[in-house]
């Protein structure tokens, strides 16, 4: 009944998984968990408000799920704030998300860093303002040295232009002569990808109930596990994201060969 009057009423504080997640056997959970943040419109249609009210409340779920990350010491937490498609979007909400990444940097940079995040961006940034570059160099700069949550963002990222630019990266040593195409192998490619830093994807969350991987991440998620919720991005918790952790820690992983009980 309140849920229909007022919406959502998920409370924020709510511990349940969170609490399970202490006793768990940590050789169980991800090294390096992707979120696709998504429904941040759905949610504002939902309450009548403007989509940008959605992105705004975005962010401080981005907060809430960084901070969760870190409280889970997850190794890597990537997330999917801008695809290369998203420039399709009407220019004032483009404009207003760039904006937000920019206020974010600004705001947040000090805290992340006595947080001992790395923070870290992934995509074609040179497709960016100037002055967005000039922060995200900044920001990677200040933090290159903290050894805690390896945290990327995904800015004008697409799965498939980040491995178009890895083929065009070989194909540039091969014409200079200093690679010779039968030595290319994934490894060699992977190197090229803008993750080559990072472990590899163990599990990818998608918020908002759609079920595909949009572009993102495409190579790396080859063995990925996937974890669908219908909370919209505004909602997600920290104990939403334990659930996921749980969910993950159950799963049966056989990259191709078979378990090793069978
Ligand atoms: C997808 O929801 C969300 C985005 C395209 C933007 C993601 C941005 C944030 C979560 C803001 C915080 C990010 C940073 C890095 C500060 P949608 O707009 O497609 O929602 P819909 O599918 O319900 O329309």
Same mark, same amino acid.
């Given at each position: 009944?309140?849920?229909?009057?007022?919406?959502?009423?998920?409370?924020?504080?709510?511990?349940?998984?969170?609490?399970?997640?202490?006793?768990?056997?940590?050789?169980?959970?991800?090294?390096?968990?992707?979120?696709?943040?998504?429904?941040?419109?759905?949610?504002?249609?939902?309450?009548?408000?403007?989509?940008?009210?959605?992105?705004?409340?975005?962010?401080?779920?981005?907060?809430?799920?960084?901070?969760?990350?870190?409280?889970?010491?997850?190794?890597?937490?990537?997330?999917?704030?801008?695809?290369?498609?998203?420039?399709?979007?009407?220019?004032?909400?483009?404009?207003?998300?760039?904006?937000?990444?920019?206020?974010?940097?600004?705001?947040?940079?000090?805290?992340?860093?006595?947080?001992?995040?790395?923070?870290?961006?992934?995509?074609?940034? @040179?497709?960016?303002?100037?002055? %967005?570059? !000039?922060?995200?160099? #900044?920001?990677?700069? /200040?933090?290159?040295?903290?050894? $805690?949550?390896?945290?990327?963002?995904?800015?004008?990222?697409?799965?498939?232009?980040?491995?178009?630019?890895?083929?065009?990266?070989?194909?540039?040593?091969?014409?200079?002569?200093?690679?010779?195409?039968?030595?290319?192998?994934?490894?060699?490619?992977?190197?090229?990808?803008?993750?080559?830093?990072?472990?590899?994807?163990?599990?990818?969350?998608?918020?908002?109930?759609?079920?595909?991987?949009?572009?993102?991440?495409?190579?790396?998620?080859?063995?990925?596990?996937?974890?669908?919720?219908?909370?919209?991005?505004? @909602?997600?918790?920290?104990?939403? %994201?334990? !659930?996921?952790?749980? #969910?993950?820690?159950? /799963?049966?992983?056989?990259?191709? $060969?078979?378990?090793?009980?069978?």
């Amino acid at each position: 009944m309140w849920k229909k009057i007022f919406g959502n009423t998920k409370d924020e504080n709510s511990n349940t998984y969170t609490s399970l997640l202490e006793n768990i056997d940590r050789t169980r959970l991800p090294r390096h968990v992707a979120i696709i943040m998504d429904g941040n419109g759905r949610w504002a249609n939902g309450k009548g408000m403007v989509r940008s009210a959605g992105h705004t409340a975005g962010v401080k779920a981005l907060k809430r799920t960084l901070k969760a990350a870190s409280d889970f010491h997850l190794e890597a937490l990537t997330v999917y704030a801008f695809s290369t498609e998203n420039w399709k979007r009407p220019t004032a909400e483009v404009d207003f998300l760039m904006k937000l990444f920019s206020e974010y940097l600004e705001k947040e940079i000090a805290e992340m860093d006595s947080e001992n995040v790395r923070i870290d961006f992934i995509g074609r940034l @040179d497709g960016l303002s100037p002055a %967005l570059q !000039k922060q995200i160099d #900044d920001a990677r700069r /200040r933090t290159v040295n903290n050894t $805690g949550v390896k945290f990327n963002v995904a800015v004008n990222y697409g799965g498939q232009d980040e491995m178009v630019r890895a083929v065009q990266s070989l194909a540039q040593d091969v014409k200079a002569g200093s690679l010779d195409p039968e030595n290319i192998d994934s490894k060699l490619l992977e190197s090229r990808l803008d993750t080559k830093d990072l472990p590899p994807v163990d599990l990818v969350i998608r918020t908002s109930g759609d079920i595909r991987l949009s572009n993102f991440l495409i190579w790396q998620t080859a063995y990925a596990e996937f974890w669908f919720t219908d909370t919209n991005w505004p @909602d997600f918790t920290k104990d939403d %994201l334990a !659930k996921a952790l749980l #969910d993950f820690s159950q /799963r049966d992983r056989r990259f191709g $060969g078979l378990n090793k009980k069978k």
